[in-house]
């Protein structure tokens, strides 16, 4: 279910009594600076300085952020009030303990490590995430809307909550380059090799995230070949000799594929991912979709030889299988 629009304030009283409260800075990152509320400590601000920017690149952002405020889904950030002076904008939200980057970080510092339970949820909860931002016409979108990518999918932006029980996706729709300020071992390979970013994107940039909170580690795709074209070559699979887990191992194996259009989409990942008694449940739908995907290519090529048999123009070549 999509909300209204929230209108941006800019009365200088309301903005000024807003900037007077700003507490201490909590984080920066590429896209502003998050400071606590004083007097509220379950919410925070996200200050955004517009003062590079152009007139065309604030109306452009301005209208980002109030699309950004239609949006409502358990798992993506909800910007609660949005205040703009002279210099910046600022949007009030939900005040969340750290983000999953830093929640790692203090995992690797104790030796501790994630469970395919919570890999799992994780997987459910921002899986749920972009299969609303993605789908642009179904249950979940009245308005009908264009598909939303996200493009900056990576542990730094998703939120966690202080029993580690939710998982909120942020830092959604800043700026348009996305594509070049995102970490490049979480791009996927079509968007490094110049393709446009697609929901597919998104959907590698969420292997990348499993695939280093089951492992521990960095994906190694570009660790040995700093150029993408040298690495990303037809026949290209992913080593995922550092994911122990099965079931992990099976989701990423129809994620982290190389042709976009093979991925899983987000809808199919929620698919997968419904309720289940045990875990090898969910690699059993994923073995079957391996082998439905065989079974028509089998099909595709026994349809063509059909063609090729009745076509007397080509009789006597040889057929490719």
């Not at 910046?88 to 969340?96: D, G, N, P």
């Not at 280093?212 to 026949?235: D, M």
């Amino acid at each position: 279910m999509n909300c209204k629009a929230k209108e941006i304030v800019t009365d200088p009283a309301a903005v000024n009594a807003l900037i007077s409260r700003l507490g201490q800075e909590l984080g920066q990152g590429l896209y502003g600076t998050v400071h606590s509320i004083d007097g509220e400590q379950d919410k925070v601000v996200k200050e955004i300085s517009t003062l590079d920017l152009s007139e065309h690149s604030v109306a452009a952002l301005e209208k980002g952020i109030i699309t950004l405020t239609e949006l409502s889904h358990p798992n993506l950030i909800r910007y609660e009030g949005i205040y703009k002076s002279n210099n910046a904008i600022y949007m009030t939200m939900a005040r969340y303990a750290c983000s999953l980057e830093s929640t790692v970080r203090a995992y690797k510092r104790t030796n501790r490590s994630f469970s395919t339970a919570q890999v799992i949820d994780v997987a459910k909860q921002i899986g749920s995430a972009l299969e609303y931002l993605h789908n642009s016409a179904d249950a979940h979108n009245e308005d009908k809307r264009q598909e939303i990518v996200h493009g900056d999918v990576k542990l730094a932006n998703i939120l966690v909550n202080k029993e580690e029980t939710k998982f909120v996706l942020t830092d959604l729709g800043f700026g348009d380059q996305n594509a070049t300020t995102a970490l490049m071992y979480c791009i996927a390979p079509e968007v490094l090799l110049g393709d446009k970013l697609t929901p597919a994107a998104d959907m590698w940039s969420l292997g990348i995230v499993l695939y280093e909170l089951s492992s521990k580690l960095k994906t190694p795709f570009l660790l040995e070949a700093k150029q993408p074209r040298t690495v990303y070559v037809a026949g290209w699979t992913p080593n995922l000799s550092a994911i122990k887990d099965v079931t992990i191992r099976s989701i990423l194996e129809h994620i982290l594929v190389l042709n976009p259009k093979e991925r899983l989409t987000a809808s199919m990942l929620m698919q997968v991912l419904k309720p289940q008694d045990e875990f090898s449940s969910i690699s059993s739908m994923l073995e079957i979709r391996t082998l439905k995907k065989k079974l028509e290519e089998m099909e595709e090529k026994l349809r063509r030889l059909e063609e090729y048999s009745h076509d007397p123009n080509v009789y006597n070549e040889p057929f490719e299988y």
